[in-house]
């Protein structure tokens, strides 16, 4: 998947380095959500899922993302390169928006965000 997008970042407008990272972090905070998941319908059985979801709509529906990703990604690296005298601004930005979460998917929006945050 990373060789993916590392091949369409420059279509992009992305240096496929930056968006090698980003990616990872996506696929960190993807696996955090996993994680808290499974911790919790193993402390409550019965809010688990009953089935499986379908993979090769999920995996579908990732590749449509990947792109709309890339382009928010170039979207966000423009915006930091323009408050670079002003970082500290971008990452209380990101975490405003996150407030309505609930604190697993906070903390999963922090490590999505880590690369163009920083």
Known sequence: ???QVRARA???GVDPDVAVAFFR????ASKEVQRGLLAHWAAHPAEAPTTRPDL???RERLDELTAGLL???A???ELRARCAA????????????ARGLDALHRRAVDAATRSVTA
């Not at 972090?25 to 960190?28: A, E, G, K, L, M």
């Open 75 to 77: 979207a966000a690296l």
């Open 10 to 12: 420059r279509d992009a």
């Open 71 to 73: 382009h928010e990604l």
């Open 1 to 3: 998947m990373l060789d």
């Open 86 to 97: 002003r970082p500290a601004r971008v990452a209380p930005a990101v975490r405003a928006r």
């Open 56 to 58: 090769g709509a999920i």
């Open 25 to 28: 972090d996506q696929i960190s």
